[in-house]
């Protein structure tokens, strides 16, 4: 197939750039395309952590520049975008965890529903009369809702997402689309398959487990751990987005998957035996600290994508190997143990969340570590909120 010559990028307007994808996104960009203008918008909810992205402003002068505001907030929005003057957008702020949307859902549609919305409607009145724009919404396969054993998720199956995460970003998802119709935005959606990789909050299945085993402590499986996942390495998935916002049609969506399905017991007893070869223990092998817990409410069974879309039109494919990339992770982690011990003994101490309904609304921001990146505060905006 033919392709349409790609769109030049000039300024960057990233929202989330503080947390794990957004984080390595940036650094691909400002390593690769130094033509490229970043600009970093982020509230530095508990999952934003400014020491991901410390002195990039010095290695990269004047093109990287952190911008505290919220999506949320239409008129930090508004100053951001015209501090930045950015010909893309590429909205990666969200609530994320799906156990913590158990517990306090109402956080998730208000970043990832209104936050979106207000996000498309400030670049739709900034855009105009522009000629070469793109907001580009990172989405998740997770709308799609669950597989059975057979089967993959395409670009045209209806949503059907399951917890109030999901059904969140699906929602932002209907918006992007909406504005893409009706006002003739231009827009394009990704729906990646799970990442791993540097940065990630340890929160999240792989450097949880890691975290765990390098403690001591018992490595929690859900249910009978049979829940399938897709992985993919998080600079495939950056590399994706890439191709789409400078190649990808307007008006269109694109799933991004490794094809590499694992169940999360399959996967917990590979991080342990590479973990036993990698940082052996006197104990023994790490495996013998799984343990079964109660399931996830709602939990879906399996999730896998077809990427042929993505593979056709722009030609990308995975470039990291699983198990290469895997022990390149964990390296990663056992290199960075201290950031890993900043967050465990501050922000997250590797509780389990999700089980209860809760009533409360954690919305709390921190003020981030102003001496670890230039922080541009939009006129008005307060920070720690
Ligand atoms: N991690 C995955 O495996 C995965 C897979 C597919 C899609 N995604 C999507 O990719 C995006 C990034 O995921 P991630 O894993 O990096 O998430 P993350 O939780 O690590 O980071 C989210 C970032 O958004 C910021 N943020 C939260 N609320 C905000 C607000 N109201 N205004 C501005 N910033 C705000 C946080 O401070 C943080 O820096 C999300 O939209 C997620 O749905 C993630």
Redesign the pocket.
């Given at each position: 197939m033919s392709q349409s010559p790609a769109r030049s990028i000039r300024s960057l307007l990233i929202?989330?750039?503080?947390?794990?994808?957004?984080?390595n996104f940036i650094r691909l960009i400002l390593a690769e395309h130094p033509e490229v203008e970043v600009f970093n918008?982020?509230?530095?909810?508990?999952?934003?952590?400014l020491d991901n992205l410390a002195g990039l402003d010095g290695i990269y002068p004047g093109k990287y520049h952190f911008i505290h505001?919220?999506?949320?907030d239409e008129k930090e929005v508004k100053r951001a975008l015209s501090l930045a003057q950015p010909d893309t957008v590429v909205?990666?702020?969200?609530?994320?965890?799906v156990d913590r949307s158990i517990d306090t859902p109402l956080v998730f549609v208000?970043?990832?529903v209104l936050?979106t919305t207000i996000l498309l409607e400030a670049c739709r009145r900034t855009w105009k009369n522009w000629d070469d724009v793109r907001f580009h919404q990172?989405?998740?396969?997770?709308v799609y809702g669950s597989l059975g054993s057979t089967g993959l998720f395409r670009e045209d199956t209806p949503y059907a997402p399951s917890s109030p995460?999901s059904a969140s970003?699906a929602g932002g998802d209907h918006l992007v689309r909406a504005w893409g119709r009706t006002f003739s935005l231009s827009v394009s959606i990704s729906?990646?398959?799970?990442?791993?990789g540097p940065w990630?909050?340890p929160e999240?299945l792989i450097p949880l487990m890691i975290a765990n085993a390098l403690d001591g402590i018992l490595l929690p499986v859900y249910g009978q751990g049979t829940n399938i996942r897709d992985w993919l390495h998080?600079e495939d998935?950056c590399r994706a987005i890439w191709e789409i916002i400078t190649r990808g049609a307007a008006g269109s969506a694109y799933n991004v998957g490794g094809d590499n399905e694992w169940s999360n017991l399959e996967l917990i007893r590979l991080l342990c035996s590479r973990l036993d070869a990698l940082r052996p223990r006197s104990a023994g092998s790490y495996a013998a600290l799984i343990t079964f817990v109660p399931d996830r409410p709602g939990h879906d069974a399996r999730y896998a994508v077809d990427s042929s879309r993505l593979r056709q039109e722009l030609g990308w494919c995975p470039r990291f190997d699983f198990r290469q990339g895997l022990d390149m992770t964990i390296a990663w982690y056992l290199d960075h143990q201290d950031w890993v011990r900043t967050i465990r003994t501050g922000k997250y101490a590797g509780d389990r969340l999700g089980l209860r309904a809760g009533t409360g609304q954690d919305g709390s921001?921190n003020g981030g570590d102003a001496a670890s990146g230039k922080i541009l505060r939009c006129p008005n905006a307060g920070c720690g909120k």
């Amino acid at each position: 197939m033919s392709q349409s010559p790609a769109r030049s990028i000039r300024s960057l307007l990233i929202t989330g750039g503080a947390g794990f994808i957004g984080t390595n996104f940036i650094r691909l960009i400002l390593a690769e395309h130094p033509e490229v203008e970043v600009f970093n918008l982020d509230a530095l909810s508990y999952a934003g952590n400014l020491d991901n992205l410390a002195g990039l402003d010095g290695i990269y002068p004047g093109k990287y520049h952190f911008i505290h505001a919220d999506i949320r907030d239409e008129k930090e929005v508004k100053r951001a975008l015209s501090l930045a003057q950015p010909d893309t957008v590429v909205n990666f702020a969200a609530e994320s965890h799906v156990d913590r949307s158990i517990d306090t859902p109402l956080v998730f549609v208000e970043t990832n529903v209104l936050g979106t919305t207000i996000l498309l409607e400030a670049c739709r009145r900034t855009w105009k009369n522009w000629d070469d724009v793109r907001f580009h919404q990172v989405s998740t396969d997770e709308v799609y809702g669950s597989l059975g054993s057979t089967g993959l998720f395409r670009e045209d199956t209806p949503y059907a997402p399951s917890s109030p995460y999901s059904a969140s970003k699906a929602g932002g998802d209907h918006l992007v689309r909406a504005w893409g119709r009706t006002f003739s935005l231009s827009v394009s959606i990704s729906h990646s398959s799970n990442n791993y990789g540097p940065w990630q909050f340890p929160e999240k299945l792989i450097p949880l487990m890691i975290a765990n085993a390098l403690d001591g402590i018992l490595l929690p499986v859900y249910g009978q751990g049979t829940n399938i996942r897709d992985w993919l390495h998080v600079e495939d998935h950056c590399r994706a987005i890439w191709e789409i916002i400078t190649r990808g049609a307007a008006g269109s969506a694109y799933n991004v998957g490794g094809d590499n399905e694992w169940s999360n017991l399959e996967l917990i007893r590979l991080l342990c035996s590479r973990l036993d070869a990698l940082r052996p223990r006197s104990a023994g092998s790490y495996a013998a600290l799984i343990t079964f817990v109660p399931d996830r409410p709602g939990h879906d069974a399996r999730y896998a994508v077809d990427s042929s879309r993505l593979r056709q039109e722009l030609g990308w494919c995975p470039r990291f190997d699983f198990r290469q990339g895997l022990d390149m992770t964990i390296a990663w982690y056992l290199d960075h143990q201290d950031w890993v011990r900043t967050i465990r003994t501050g922000k997250y101490a590797g509780d389990r969340l999700g089980l209860r309904a809760g009533t409360g609304q954690d919305g709390s921001r921190n003020g981030g570590d102003a001496a670890s990146g230039k922080i541009l505060r939009c006129p008005n905006a307060g920070c720690g909120k």
